[in-house]
């Protein structure tokens, strides 16, 4: 893995402004996986993972298009209409198809954008990585930041510190696209209600929220 790392560094073809998110995705998603996920996630599969999610974000809509029908992979006719969620797809299908990297990677970067219910260790860190790398200064995402670091210190459970930042993120991009008037995918609203629904249940035996 160390060497497709390596690989897939030196192919990177992207604005400074991208490859330093990029690079801050990496740190944080290391950061978040070494946190929540020391059993789960080595480190280098955080890193490539965070090296791939955005590949494709720079490319034509068209040249994205031709990706996902190289590979096969049907878009949904709605999508058209949101071609920012593309390049989970198109970045996906490259992180297989040119770089053979392993499946658990393709679904952390094909779900970077909309998070999904039930998220996987490694997608829910490339999702969650992404909103909060140190790069990003617009308020909403330092506020979250900020949100997500005063959980984790001071709740016991970890586990759900993380989860109320997840919620809080997802509630903050349907506020954006709202104010936007832009379509929100199903899995965006799916994943919010997932993760709501886990903060909301109580400790049965203390009644208490943990
Ligand atoms: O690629 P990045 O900029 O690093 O981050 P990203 O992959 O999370 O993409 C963010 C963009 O995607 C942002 O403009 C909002 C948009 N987005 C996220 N979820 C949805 C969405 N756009 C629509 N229309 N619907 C969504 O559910
Ligand atoms: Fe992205
Ligand atoms: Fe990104």
């Not at 490539?48 to 029908?69: G, M, N, S």
Request: net charge neutral; hydrophobic share 35%; charged share 30%.
């Amino acid at each position: 893995m160390k060497e497709l790392i390596e690989t897939v560094r030196r192919d990177l073809s992207m604005s400074e402004k991208r490859r330093r998110h990029t690079e801050g995705v990496v740190e944080t998603a290391k950061l978040l996986a070494e946190r929540h996920f020391p059993a789960e996630i080595a480190p280098e599969e955080a890193e490539l993972a965070a090296l791939l999610h955005d590949y494709t974000k720079e490319y034509p809509v068209e040249k994205q298009l031709e990706i996902c029908r190289q590979y096969g992979m049907e878009v949904p006719a709605e999508e058209l209409e949101t071609p920012k969620l593309l390049h989970a797809r198109s970045a996906s299908l490259l992180a297989e198809h040119l770089y053979g990297a392993p499946e658990k990677i393709c679904s952390a970067v094909r779900w970077h954008t909309t998070g999904r219910p039930a998220m996987r260790p490694l997608e829910l860190v490339i999702y969650f990585a992404d909103y909060i790398e140190p790069g990003r200064t617009d308020p909403a995402c330092t506020r979250l930041r900020e949100y997500y670091e005063r959980q984790y210190q001071s709740r016991r459970d970890k586990t759900r510190a993380l989860y109320l930042a997840l919620v809080r993120s997802f509630d903050t991009t349907v506020r954006f696209l709202l104010a936007e008037r832009k379509p929100i995918d199903s899995c965006t609203v799916e994943a919010r209600n997932d993760y709501l629904r886990l903060v909301k249940t109580t400790n049965p035996h203390t009644g208490k929220d943990g």
